[in-house]
């Protein structure tokens, strides 16, 4: 996967004006991200952190304040004309199934609905009928003409992602895919997303909580906190030895892991006040512990902040204290 | 143990008025002090057994069996005598703090509706519980001015216990208390939990579809399927080797990070959960079961094995 | 518990041509109608209010062969004015001696046609104002939520009035005054149920998928406000017929056509007041019809939005 990427962001800014009284909200402050053709990207991150703004960036939904996204060689900008091709090739599968489908719709108008936004001028419904069948509702014509109400969790996210699958998207973006669904069914869809990549060359960006998911599918995975990316790296090196203290944090408190947890206290902080210094000192149990202040970095960590993580493929962590770890013999 | 359970449930049937058998002859017993964890995934009736120990069900709903909470038949009890258990004996944490909770009302005064109806506490001393009963769950006690809404997920999720506790029962029902929150949130509430649960002495009963957070938090584990409990034992051994080929799915649903067997492989399990008002004939699993025989279709599989780790598969 | 009704009753299409599709989704739509009218006959009042319509209606279209147009003739008059009820004329004579049962019937015709059009043109604006008010935010809400609040709180009638004298006078007048007038209710609340809709998640989906403006408005949020529409109708159409006999009693109406609302400023013009006959029948004819109007009203809403509660 040496060829140029098919999604590149480069110092990615959402920002919010704030209601009167509060200050704006930085929700994604300074993301380079990079995702090649039949890649999958774990966006991994507490809620607040900004992920989901991310990604609705990312496919258009939100015109970024600063930076740019870049999408098969092509700066994406931001005309009517020029998003509606766009969301031809990048499609969106949302959390929660039972939402995003329209009650009033059967499944067939569910998953015919991007066909007419685009006006396909094929066989609608042979096409309909293959999306259902690839993301495993077989035989697709006794799905034809349900509602949402009368199917499962499971079935419902199938519909909604052969509503993606129906336009021959290159990239899906998948916020939360599994959050909502019980746990047999979780393995399922996660399943069908891993199978599309293989058949059809899919790439994904998945937006999630759950580092097990991240473990299941993903190549490569990116932690964010509070509008950064602090973590970037292949799963296997990030998830096995995370450099980050978040990370280590998060990793320690999932049920299976080995050793003490680290509870961070606190509710993850607010995008419209980024404290100075590392934006995560303020919970960071490294800096707590005493650890950074006997490797030199505390002073760094409370005043100096860390630069942006470029988009390379290389295993990197937004921290003073990774960086002297590692820069020391 | 020789001292009589704090909560024994025999032979707990609940069917619907819509047909809908949701409890099947469910029987688990639990101490003061334990915690027990029912794993499952929606339909398989461990709400409705949740909703069943207090006499929540909505009209209509049949009940037979017993339940008994300190050795008195909830099923049985008078009126009075139920909303006096209720609250006082035994209270549920619901998930989804967001809608449990009145939006137009001062959460001081939500965790003070429960000891005033019960009279625990005397008026006077209300404020002063309430204040206590938020520094245990971990929030300021100036909280209890606030509302609803201006508390985070994990903050609402600590008033639903602090709500829990207020009337000092000796068993509490957690019905998915952890789901939609974070991982570190996650992490904190069920920190919370169990040690609220070994400095009172109270009984637990959490009841997830995440069999790992269930392993992590329970000292006994009960996995229901279909109306019933397929499979239970000391919660280590039935996540980590379970009997049954459902909990073994449940188990392998969560990867453990680090195992190279779940990389890049998601385990999941094919199939839909049975409509619980038209249940397969036999072993209700079999539709779904990798490892069914043919016999598995006629006949019913009943729980068995030793009285700690049993079973109901025709492979054990 | 998630699936409330069996689905058992799913049919597996055995057939695969387009056409099995369209018919799959005709017999769904009779189902669904079908489902309505078994829910729709558990309200008494709202039966009630079907059956009386029913019967104005079945008048009003039948009144060219059971009265005829001459009903209207002063010249043609067949009695004395201001006879009471009798052998030959059940509810007695007006002022110029015409059957008083006759103008009733024909009354209907030009009250129920008011009604329904002026409610149609009221909730047509009101929709349109509604979605697109809730559908583009920013400045055109502003603007059109606050001249929708400047027609709520003008007084309907007395705009109406105002509209009606300086237009001239013509049953479009009448509509025109009533249609115009009566909008910002149905805007108001057709603009509430279009940010709840505009909020869920299929919303994002269907702009992820590309679809504009008008693609979200008829394609999503339409159909989800129509139940609220078809109920917000029906409670306006009986307003209309109030004000439209308001109108006529104020003598504001079409002076050419028979309305109940003219029977009444007829009535009053010619001071007989106290003659019951002349009074009462239209009076009653008029109270009745808003009240079908509205019983059917409130028993559509409750059954398309069961939540509401409302006592059968």
Redesign the interface.
């Known amino acids: 996967m040496t060829e140029s990427p098919l999604l590149h962001a480069a110092d990615l800014h959402v920002t919010f004006s704030g209601r009167r009284g509060s200050g704006s909200a930085r929700a994604v402050d300074g993301v380079n991200l990079t995702l090649g053709k039949g890649e999958i990207v774990a966006l991994v991150g507490e809620s607040g952190c900004g992920k989901t703004t991310l990604a609705r960036a990312l496919l258009g939904l939100e015109k970024p304040t600063a930076g740019h996204v870049t999408f098969d060689g092509a700066p994406l900008t931001y005309d009517t004309r020029s998003l509606k091709t766009y969301r031809n090739r990048v499609q969106l599968v949302l959390q929660d199934p039972r939402g995003s489908l329209n009650p009033r719709h059967t499944v067939y108008e569910a998953v015919a609905e991007g066909l007419r936004v685009h006006r396909y001028a094929g066989d609608e419904r042979a096409k309909v009928a293959e999306a259902l069948s690839r993301a495993g509702l077989r035989p697709p014509e006794r799905f034809f003409q349900r509602y949402p109400h009368e199917l499962s969790g499971g079935q419902r996210q199938r519909v909604v992602i052969a509503g993606a699958l129906v336009l021959d998207p290159e990239l899906i973006v998948a916020d939360e895919p599994v959050a909502s669904l019980d746990a047999s069914v979780r393995g399922e869809i996660l399943a069908l997303l891993l199978s599309l990549r293989r058949d059809l060359g899919l790439s994904a960006l998945v937006v999630t909580h759950d580092l097990g998911l991240a473990w299941n599918i993903a190549d490569r995975v990116a932690v964010m906190y509070l509008g950064r990316v602090v973590e970037t790296g292949t799963v296997e090196e990030v998830l096995t030895h995370p450099r980050h203290p978040y990370t280590q944090a998060l990793l320690s408190v999932l049920p299976e892991a080995s050793g003490e947890p680290v509870v961070l206290t606190g509710e993850p902080p607010d995008p419209t006040r980024i404290p100075g210094g590392c934006r995560f000192h303020a919970r960071c149990q490294v800096l707590a512990s005493g650890a950074a202040e006997r490797a030199g970095v505390a002073g760094s960590c409370r005043t100096e902040d860390l630069p942006v993580l470029s988009a390379e493929r290389t295993t990197q962590a937004a921290c003073h204290w990774a960086r002297a770890a590692t820069t020391a013999p | 143990m020789t001292t009589a359970p704090l909560l024994d449930i025999k032979d707990l049937n609940v069917t619907y008025g819509t047909g ?1 058998a949701a409890v099947r002859g469910v029987d688990l017993t639990l101490a003061a002090g334990q915690k027990l964890g029912i794993a499952g ?3 398989c009736g461990k709400s409705t057994l949740a909703l069943a120990l207090l006499r929540l069900l909505p009209a209509g709903a049949k009940l037979s069996g017993e339940i008994l909470l300190d050795g008195e038949d909830v099923l049985t009890m008078k009126w009075g005598r139920l909303r006096a258990v209720r609250w006082a004996g035994a209270s549920i944490v619901f998930q989804g703090a967001m809608h449990s909770l009145n939006a137009v009302r001062r959460i001081g005064d939500q965790i003070a509706e429960p000891m005033l109806i019960h009279r625990t506490a005397p008026p006077s001393g209300v404020r002063k519980k309430v204040a206590v009963l938020l520094e245990h769950v971990g929030l300021p006690a100036s909280r209890a001015d606030s509302y609803p809404h201006e508390l ?4 609402r999720q600590r008033v639903m216990i602090a709500m829990a506790l207020a009337c000092d029962p000796k068993l509490i029902v957690a019905d998915e208390p952890t789901t ?1 929150l ?7 509430i069920l ?1 919370l939990i169990e040690q609220l649960v070994a400095e009172q002495n109270v009984g637990l009963i959490m009841i997830s ?5 269930l ?3 329970c000292d006994r584990l009960a996995v229901m399927y279909a109306g019933r409990v397929v499979e239970q034992g000391p919660a280590a051994q039935v996540y980590e080797s379970a009997l049954h080929p459902y909990a073994k ?2 188990s ?7 195992d190279p067997a ?9 199939g ?2 049975p ?1 619980p ?2 249940l397969p004939p036999g072993c209700t699993f079999h539709p779904r079961c990798p490892v069914a025989l043919d016999r598995c279709a006629v006949e019913d599989q009943a729980l068995r094995g030793e009285e700690e780790r049993r079973a109901a598969c025709v492979h054990v | 518990m998630t699936t409330t009704d069996t689905p058992t009753t799913d049919t597996p299409a055995k057939t695969t041509s387009p056409k099995s599709t369209r018919a799959l989704a005709r017999d769904r739509r009779r189902q669904s109608v079908a489902r309505f009218w078994r829910q729709y006959r558990t309200h008494r009042a709202g039966l009630f209010g079907l059956a009386s319509l029913a019967l104005f209606v079945l008048l009003a279209l039948l009144a060219p062969l059971l009265v005829g147009a001459d009903v209207q003739s002063v010249t043609k008059a067949p009695g004395r004015p201001l006879e009471a009820p009798g052998g030959e004329f059940p509810l007695g004579t007006d002022k110029y001696g015409r059957t008083m049962l006759g103008l009733l019937i024909w009354g209907a015709r030009f009250s129920l046609t008011v009604g329904f059009l002026a409610a149609a043109l009221s909730v047509a604006i009101g929709t349109l104002i509604g979605i697109t008010a809730g559908h583009y935010k920013g400045w055109y809400a502003t603007v059109i939520m606050r001249v929708t609040d400047w027609f709520l709180v003008m007084p309907t009638l007395v705009l109406a009035i105002a509209l009606a004298s300086v237009l001239s006078r013509s049953i479009w007048t009448i509509i025109l005054a009533i249609g115009v007038t009566t909008w910002p209710t149905t805007a108001r609340l057709v603009r509430a149920q279009t940010l709840a809709v505009e909020s869920r998640p299929y919303i994002e989906r269907a702009k992820a998928l590309g679809g504009g403006h008008t693609h979200i408005m008829t394609r999503h949020v339409l159909p989800n406000v129509m139940p609220l529409v078809l109920a917000q109708t029906t409670l306006v159409i009986s307003s209309a017929v109030l004000t439209e006999a308001t109108l006529a009693f104020l003598g504001l109406g079409d002076p050419t056509v028979t309305s109940w609302g003219g029977l009444l400023q007829d009535a009053r013009d010619a001071g007989a007041t106290t003659k019951w006959w002349y009074v009462v029948p239209p009076g009653i004819a008029i109270a009745l019809v808003a009240l079908s109007f509205t019983l059917c009203g409130r028993a559509v809403e409750s059954v398309l939005n069961p939540r509401l509660g409302v006592s059968r």
Do not use: C, W
């Open positions: 809908a995934e929606s339909g985070s997920g994990g903050q939609a974070d991982v570190m949130i996650q992490a904190q920190r579809h995440d069999l790992a957070v392993a992590d938090t799915a449940l392998a649903a969560f990867p453990r990070i680090g779940s990389r890049h492989a998601p385990r999941g399990l094919a839909d959960p409509d008002s038209d």
